[in-house]
């Protein structure tokens, strides 16, 4: 099973660089200058995202800067990427609040020749290089295996979830087909829509346990009912003891962290933020940099990969080294 740790992923980043062209002994203003946009600015994952951007962006000696709204605000993005294209910068990194919203932007950044790509959330009908994050049918897998491994056939598997999103369907189709190869007899008895809020996530998740006793664990499929589907153990008595429903996550927050650490939690699904941040810089990095063979996916572009860049995901128990590293999230 995967591991994040700190010498790992500075590993990955130095392995990525191959992705890049070498830089020159010039000064460091000839490496250009790379804007990240966010939807969320203060939020502890993408201040993850800003440090792989701005480390990667140190190994070649270019400069970067963060932008977006301190409250969501997709049109703000939008507006930000406008203003990073007028200022000249060589390429732009934006997590899309809304993907329809950033369209426009993304396009016409592209149309001035500013490589500009999507991490984290994309927007697929624009004309973004590609996109970097996670692959949510492979994160769903990896949660599936995981509760496979601790129940095995006897798992029964209450989900919280928000029902329609993309995202949130390809994580629950691949948790439920790599639990079931697995383990053959593993169940989903039911699903519940938690509306993305923490207080309505406790009241669905324990009407959800009150009706159905032999749920044994909660897998939450996106990063905010976590907290009101532990409570909702609390709740019915099944926190601890015998009984216990595990809770399986989907952060890298530091309270649930915590809770692992705390046996509170029994795993959490962690993204790579940092990982998006570093693998972005480079391909922004080498689509602006050509090499002496045209691009044929991009032209007057230099070379990224057509296909989109997964991150990858790990699975995060009690005692593992990645943990200690997420406790201390960079401050931008």
């Given at each position: 099973m995967m591991q994040f740790t700190t010498k790992a992923v500075a590993l990955a980043a130095l392995a990525v660089?191959?992705?890049?062209?070498?830089?020159s002994m010039a000064d460091e203003e000839s490496a250009g200058h790379y804007g990240m946009v966010v939807f969320l600015r203060g939020s502890e994952f993408f201040n993850w995202s800003y440090a792989g951007f701005?480390?990667?962006?140190?190994?070649?000696?270019?400069?970067?800067?963060?932008?977006?709204?301190?409250?969501?605000?997709?049109?703000?993005?939008?507006?930000?990427?406008?203003?990073?294209?007028a200022k000249g910068v060589d390429g732009i990194a934006?997590?899309?609040?809304?993907?329809?919203?950033?369209?426009?932007?993304?396009?016409?950044?592209?149309?001035a020749g500013v490589p500009t790509l999507t991490f984290d959330s994309d927007s697929p009908n624009s004309n973004r290089l590609l996109f970097v994050g996670t692959n949510n049918y492979n994160a769903g897998c990896a949660a599936g295996r995981a509760v496979a491994e601790m129940h095995g056939d006897n798992a029964r598997v209450g989900v919280s979830?928000?029902?329609?999103?993309?995202?949130?369907?390809?994580?629950?189709?691949?948790?439920?087909?790599?639990?079931?190869?697995?383990?053959?007899?593993?169940?989903i008895v039911a699903e519940v829509n938690d509306e993305g809020d923490l207080q309505r996530a406790e009241?669905?998740?324990?009407?959800?346990?009150?009706?159905n006793p032999e749920i044994n664990v909660i897998f939450c499929s996106h990063g905010n009912p976590a907290t009101g589907a532990l409570a909702a153990t609390r709740n019915v008595g099944r926190f601890d003891g015998p009984n216990k429903?595990?809770?399986?996550?989907?952060?890298?927050?530091?309270?649930?962290?915590?809770?692992?650490?705390?046996?509170?939690?029994?795993?959490?699904?962690?993204?790579?933020?940092?990982?998006?941040?570093?693998?972005?810089?480079?391909?922004?990095?080498?689509?602006?940099?050509?090499?002496?063979?045209?691009?044929?996916?991009?032209?007057?572009?230099?070379?990224?990969?057509t296909a989109d860049v997964d991150t990858g995901v790990a699975i995060l128990r009690k005692g593992d080294p990645a943990i200690q590293a997420f406790l201390s999230p960079p401050q931008i």
């Open positions: 660089t191959a992705f890049a062209p070498a830089p701005q480390d990667a962006a140190a190994t070649v000696g270019a400069t970067t800067e963060l932008q977006g709204p301190a409250d969501w605000d997709a049109s703000a993005e939008a507006r930000a990427v406008d203003q990073l294209v934006v997590t899309a609040g809304d993907a329809e919203t950033l369209v426009s932007s993304i396009n016409a950044a592209m149309a979830l928000i029902p329609g999103l993309d995202s949130i369907n390809a994580r629950l189709a691949g948790f439920t087909e790599c639990m079931q190869e697995m383990a053959p007899g593993a169940q009241t669905v998740n324990t009407a959800m346990l009150q009706a429903v595990d809770v399986m996550a989907w952060s890298i927050d530091v309270p649930i962290l915590q809770g692992i650490e705390f046996d509170e939690y029994t795993a959490t699904v962690a993204q790579n933020p940092y990982m998006m941040g570093v693998m972005s810089f480079f391909m922004l990095y080498s689509a602006a940099n050509p090499t002496q063979f045209d691009s044929l996916s991009n032209p007057g572009f230099g070379h990224v990969p």
